[in-house]
């Protein structure tokens, strides 16, 4: 019963706090000059929560062009706290649930600005022009979202994101590398072709000789089966309602390549893999589950990442050698442009000035930077160079790591440098 007591005595008190502070961040995010549209959400970690748009030109470099509406996140810890802006990669859906907590924020307590990226879901332009989706404009997006919401957060400011979002965390430093005190991106690649060869090599290399072999056998297997696999394929793909810029013989041909690099990106463990006398139905069902078809669809969600790629971030290749035989295709060159890019995408030719961006920049300075890494994932075969002499810029790889490495899944030596890192600079 006094337990009950102190409960009710908490909820009215905490409403009391949630209420007072609620009407008092949404009257200062409705103030904000270029913020619209002022939207409460849930929260199971923050006692406010919102979404809003913020106008971005379409070109900041040409503002008479037009503009869009951007989709931030503001999740409230305090005035007084730091604030941990996300440059997310892709798009923001996710972020807007209650169970949303991104680690950074939490483990130094921060304010989040979260940034669903330009040209994804709610922040893409009406209409659709490809020409404004540069890594140059991405930067300005977010240093014009920095300086707005710093008039209400004027302590310090942490840049970080995962996987493209880390990409993003990088070319947002390298653009405005004062607008944050440090910056954490999390398994970021930094590639310098369209179709960067480390991952390739890595692959030859990942893991023990008996997981790789057992990955290839498996690879081959269902090449080997390809008759037998493709009504299994076809019937898939009407299921899910996906249709291909290639042939049939190519889909599976691709999914079978790709499945290696997504294997090891996610952290699979070989014991998944079935038997290689598994009925046909056993080894197409895996296959799926690691690589499935509809990342080759010509309606797969994440068209203007490749155009992303395609023209600046760049992307990965894949090595034929072991399967040429039992391949429909003759070769992967190009593939993105054949076969990733939407009908509606320009002509595009990757340029490699934005991987000499950021390599000069981190190269020549020596910013406050913490990567994180998996030693397994496929992704940081073109991770950043560990340049010698750098005391800031630090790089952590988790032992047998995936995509999935964060700070709180490192071995607890690492986790407790990092943290402890991560005060000193909020000092």
């Known amino acids: 019963m006094k337990r009950l007591l102190y409960v009710v005595l908490f909820t009215l008190l905490f409403s009391q706090v949630t209420y007072v502070s609620a009407s008092e961040l949404k ?12 939207e409460a959400l849930e929260s199971e970690h923050y006692t406010e929560k919102y979404v809003v748009r913020i106008t971005q030109p379409l070109d900041h470099k040409r503002p008479e062009l ?14 007084d706290r730091p604030t941990v802006i996300v440059t997310e990669g892709y798009g923001g859906a996710y972020a807007m649930t209650p169970r949303y907590r991104e680690e950074l924020s939490k483990l130094i307590d921060a304010n989040m600005v979260f940034v669903e990226h330009r040209y994804f879901l709610e922040s893409t332009p009406e209409p659709l022009n490809w020409d404004y989706l540069t890594a140059e404009n991405s930067a300005y997006d977010l240093h014009h979202i920095a300086a ?5 957060y004027p302590g310090k400011w942490v840049s970080t994101g995962i ?3 880390g990409q993003t965390a990088m070319i947002y430093r390298a653009y405005f590398p004062d607008d944050v ?25 990942v893991g023990t000789k008996k997981e790789r072999k057992q990955i290839e056998n498996f690879q081959l297997e269902i090449l080997k089966r390809k008759e037998a696999m493709l009504p299994l394929l076809k019937k898939f793909c009407a299921e899910k309602n996906l249709t291909f810029k290639i042939p049939w013989g190519e889909v599976l041909d691709y999914c079978v390549l790709e499945y290696s690099f997504a294997f090891w990106q996610w952290g699979t463990s070989v ?49 034929t050698k072991p399967f040429g035989k039992y391949l429909t295709l003759k070769h992967t060159h190009g593939y993105v442009d054949k076969i990733m890019l939407p009908p509606t995408a320009p002509a595009i030719t990757f340029d490699a000035a934005l991987y000499h961006k950021i390599y000069t920049y981190l190269k020549d300075n020596d910013p406050k930077m913490i990567w994180i890494y998996g030693e ?37 030596e690492m986790k407790a440098k990092i943290q402890n890192q991560l005060e000193a600079w909020l000092r």
Request: net charge negative.
């Open 27 to 38: 009257d200062k995010l409705l103030q904000l000059k270029g913020v619209d549209r002022v």
């Open 66 to 79: 037009g503009s869009f509406a951007q989709r931030v996140i503001i999740a409230h810890a305090g005035f």
């Open 148 to 152: 707005t919401f710093k008039q209400l």
């Open 163 to 165: 996987s493209k979002g």
């Open 181 to 205: 005190d440090f910056s954490v991106p999390y398994v970021a690649p930094l590639n310098k072709a369209v179709e960067d060869d480390r991952q390739e090599a890595f692959l030859r290399k």
């Open 271 to 319: 014991s998944s893999i079935p038997s290689l006398d598994s009925e046909d139905k056993a080894l197409f069902d895996h296959l799926t589950d690691i690589s499935g078809p509809d990342y080759f669809s010509e309606t797969q969600p994440n068209a203007s990442f490749f155009i992303q790629a395609a023209k600046e971030l760049g992307y990965y290749g894949y090595d």
């Open 376 to 412: 397994t994932d496929p992704w940081s075969a073109t991770r950043v160079p560990d340049f010698k002499g750098k005391v800031n810029e630090q790089i952590y790889i988790q032992p047998r790591g995936s995509h999935r490495a964060r700070i709180g899944n490192m071995p607890e």
